[in-house]
C-alpha cells in the first residue's frame, strides 16, 4: 500500500453546524448539483464519524482476523481505508458487516471472484473495496465519474485505483481544500486521515448510501 505523500493539505473536525454551513453555501452557489441526500442530518453524523476517527485509528493493517458478528471490528487503533467506511456508517445506524453478508448471501454470483471463496465470510467479505463498491451499485446510487469536484458531495463515497493497481475507498468530507474540491476521510497507509486526494488517484466509483429519496 502506498504511503502519504507529502503536500496534501490535512482538514480538521467540524462542528455538525459548520458541516451544514458549508451544504448550504455549496448549494446556493450551485443549485441543483449538490444533493442533500435522505437527510441532510445524517450525511453530517456520516461525515462527523469518519472524521473523529481522524487521530484515533493510527496504523493501516490489512491482517485477517476472526472478528464477532454483528457490529464485528478489529481495534480502533488500526484498520484499513475500508473501516473508515465501515466505523462510520455504524454511528448513524448501519452496519455494514450485515448488510454487506446479508446481500452476498442472496447473490453470491453478483459479487467478485477474486479471493478462491465458495461462499461469504462475514469476518471480511465487508473489508474489501471490490465488494463495497458492488454492494454500494446494487443497494445505493452509482453516480458518474466526474472530474468536476462540485459533482461530489460530503457523505460520498469514493473509489479508486492506485498505482500499484490496489483498490482504495474513502469519503468526503465538507471542507474545501482548493478549487472547490472537498477533502477526502481515508486510510492509505498511516491510519485515518483528511486530505485533499479526490483526484490524486484514478477513480473507479462514485456512490451514495443509502440512496437518495426522489423528490
Partial sequence: MLKRTGGRRVCHRASLGQLALALVVLQAAYPGRVSAGPSQERIDQLVTAALAQVGV???????YTAIPYPNGDVP???????????RAY????IDLQVEVHND???NFSAYPKLWGLSHPDPNIDHRR???LAVFFRRKGQALPLSNDPIDYSPGDIVTWQLP??????????STIAADKRHQMIHNIGDGAKCEDCLFAFKITGH????????N
Fill in 76 to 86: 480502533i487503533e488500526r484498520g484499513v481505508c475500508t473501516d473508515v467506511i465501515i
Fill in 57 to 63: 485509528t493510527l496504523y493501516y493493517d490489512s491482517t
Fill in 129 to 131: 473495496v471490490p465488494n
Fill in 207 to 214: 456512490y451514495r448510501y443509502p440512496k437518495p429519496e426522489p
Fill in 164 to 173: 500499484t493497481g490496489v483498490p482504495h475507498i474513502g469519503i468526503i468530507s
Fill in 104 to 106: 452476498m448471501k442472496a
Fill in 90 to 93: 455504524r454511528k448513524i445506524g
